[in-house]
């Protein structure tokens, strides 16, 4: 009875196993099909990618320089006389013409100087007479020989003192005038009010340390800014003309870029620079002179000089088609077989939306214009060359 069921269990066992046998085997020879497939199959298709050709175009950069602007007439309003202010005539910020009055000191003591200049005056003018009377007497008694010629020496030497006792008190008037007309402080020239730091019933003197306000004819302003030297001698290298003076005329106009980063909309012009190297900073000083009809521009504004810069036949490549990896600029250079090769290139320069190529790129040579960001070195690509001209002008 137990060799019967043992034989039964036995029959069942090889029964299974010959049914999964197969199905390992089938199993096993399906995944080593498609493993193979995978490994020796059809590989994807390369990828279409924009590309352009390098180009040499003729461009024009910028420089910028930060300029200070001032007021091409600035004059320190200053009183020429002690006393208290009395009187303030304009407020700070308004445009005044030549001879309007600004202040008025008060004159007192200058007019008491002056009633005692003309006391003193009439005085001289009396001893004047006294000693033309003494003359006039003197001179018939000496022609008569009643008395002696030494006489009329010193009656003569009277007048003449009583002469210039005259011309003194006359010179004593005219400053006691001077110093009352130096009361009514009047705008020297026409322009805009700055800053008033003194107030009426305040003591004014000639020796204070700052002035009442400032005075500014903003008519044109200058704008002062400076230069490196090696920027500088580029700057000079680039312009022609025999001398500084030639190449200032031939200069073409510069803008004014405001703090707000407007342009302003006028141009100037570059007229003078320094006679030497600032030794502490190693720059130099220029000055440019702008137009300011609306009186937008006031001493004390700031802003930048922009200098244009021309560039004949230079290599150019879009922003775009370029990335920045660790203060490094790199393209995709299309090489042989249409395999990537990723190139740094030295800049030299910007032009709108294009990089100035220093080096590092040929004219001729084929770039990736788009889709950087997803490609590696060695990559194979299916090119799809774009206009590079429209390009080029649209940035």
Same mark, same amino acid.
């Given at each position: 009875?137990?060799? *019967?069921?043992?034989?039964?269990?036995?029959?069942?066992?090889?029964?299974?196993?010959?049914?999964?046998?197969?199905?390992?085997?089938?199993?096993?020879?399906?995944?080593?099909?498609?493993?193979?497939?995978?490994?020796?199959?059809?590989?994807?298709?390369?990828?279409?990618?924009?590309?352009?050709?390098?180009?040499?175009?003729?461009?024009?950069?910028?420089? $910028?320089?930060?300029?200070?602007?001032?007021? @091409?007439?600035?004059?320190?309003?200053?009183?020429?006389?002690?006393?208290?202010?009395?009187?303030?005539?304009?407020?700070?910020?308004?445009?005044? %013409?030549?001879?309007?009055?600004?202040?008025?000191?008060?004159?007192?003591?200058?007019?008491?100087?002056?009633?005692?200049?003309?006391?003193?005056?009439?005085?001289?003018?009396?001893?004047?007479?006294?000693?033309?009377?003494?003359?006039? @007497? &003197?001179?018939?008694?000496? *022609?008569?020989?009643?008395?002696?010629?030494?006489?009329?020496?010193?009656?003569?030497?009277?007048?003449?003192?009583?002469?210039?006792?005259?011309?003194?008190?006359?010179?004593?008037?005219?400053?006691?005038?001077?110093?009352?007309?130096?009361?009514?402080?009047?705008?020297?020239?026409?322009?805009?009010?700055?800053?008033?730091?003194?107030?009426?019933?305040?003591?004014?003197?000639?020796?204070?340390?700052?002035?009442?306000?400032?005075?500014?004819?903003?008519?044109?302003?200058?704008?002062?800014?400076?230069?490196?030297?090696?920027?500088? +001698?580029?700057?000079?290298?680039?312009? %022609?003309?025999?001398?500084?003076?030639?190449?200032?005329?031939?200069?073409?106009?510069?803008?004014?870029?405001?703090?707000?980063?407007?342009?302003?909309?006028? @141009?100037?012009?570059?007229?003078?620079?320094?006679?030497?190297?600032?030794?502490?900073?190693?720059?130099?000083?220029?000055?440019?002179?702008?137009?300011?009809?609306?009186? +937008?521009?006031?001493?004390?504004?700031?802003? %930048? &000089?922009?200098?244009?810069? *021309?560039?004949?036949?230079?290599?150019?490549?879009?922003?775009?088609?370029?990335?920045?990896?660790?203060? @490094? &600029?790199?393209?995709?250079?299309?090489?042989?077989?249409? %395999?990537?090769?990723?190139?740094?290139?030295?800049?030299?320069?910007?032009?709108?939306?294009?990089?100035?190529?220093?080096?590092?790129?040929?004219?001729? $040579?084929?770039?990736?214009?788009?889709?950087?960001?997803?490609?590696?070195?060695?990559?194979?690509?299916?090119?799809?060359?774009?206009?590079?001209?429209?390009?080029?002008?649209?940035?």
């Amino acid at each position: 009875m137990f060799s *019967q069921l043992n034989l039964k269990n036995n029959t069942r066992y090889f029964l299974l196993l010959s049914l999964f046998i197969p199905v390992l085997i089938l199993s096993s020879c399906g995944s080593k099909g498609g493993a193979e497939q995978a490994a020796g199959g059809t590989p994807p298709p390369a990828a279409e990618i924009p590309v352009i050709a390098v180009l040499e175009q003729s461009a024009i950069t910028f420089n $910028e320089y930060s300029a200070a602007i001032e007021g @091409k007439v600035n004059v320190d309003i200053r009183p020429q006389v002690d006393g208290y202010l009395d009187k303030i005539f304009v407020d700070e910020g308004a445009f005044v %013409k030549a001879g309007q009055p600004l202040f008025k000191i008060n004159d007192r003591v200058y007019q008491e100087q002056l009633n005692t200049a003309n006391a003193a005056m009439e005085a001289a003018k009396a001893s004047l007479r006294t000693a033309q009377i003494e003359v006039n @007497k &003197i001179k018939p008694l000496v *022609q008569n020989k009643v008395v002696s010629e030494v006489q009329l020496n010193t009656a003569e030497a009277n007048y003449s003192q009583a002469q210039a006792a005259v011309s003194q008190a006359k010179s004593t008037i005219a400053s006691a005038k001077i110093n009352i007309g130096f009361t009514l402080i009047k705008a020297p020239i026409s322009g805009f009010i700055g800053k008033i730091p003194k107030r009426v019933g305040n003591l004014v003197s000639k020796g204070d340390p700052e002035p009442m306000t400032t005075l500014s004819d903003t008519k044109d302003v200058y704008a002062y800014f400076a230069m490196s030297e090696p920027a500088f +001698l580029q700057f000079n290298a680039q312009v %022609k003309g025999a001398n500084m003076a030639e190449k200032l005329k031939r200069l073409p106009p510069v803008s004014l870029i405001l703090a707000d980063g407007t342009t302003y909309p006028h @141009k100037g012009r570059i007229q003078i620079v320094d006679g030497q190297f600032d030794k502490n900073t190693g720059s130099i000083s220029l000055r440019a002179i702008f137009p300011n009809p609306q009186g +937008l521009l006031r001493s004390g504004n700031t802003g %930048k &000089i922009r200098l244009e810069e *021309q560039h004949e036949q230079v290599v150019m490549v879009p922003k775009a088609a370029t990335m920045d990896v660790q203060d @490094k &600029i790199f393209v995709y250079l299309v090489g042989p077989k249409n %395999k990537l090769e990723r190139r740094a290139i030295t800049i030299s320069g910007k032009s709108g939306n294009n990089y100035l190529v220093k080096d590092g790129l040929k004219k001729g $040579e084929t770039i990736v214009y788009s889709g950087l960001d997803g490609l590696a070195e060695e990559a194979e690509i299916k090119p799809k060359p774009l206009n590079a001209d429209s390009i080029y002008r649209a940035q």
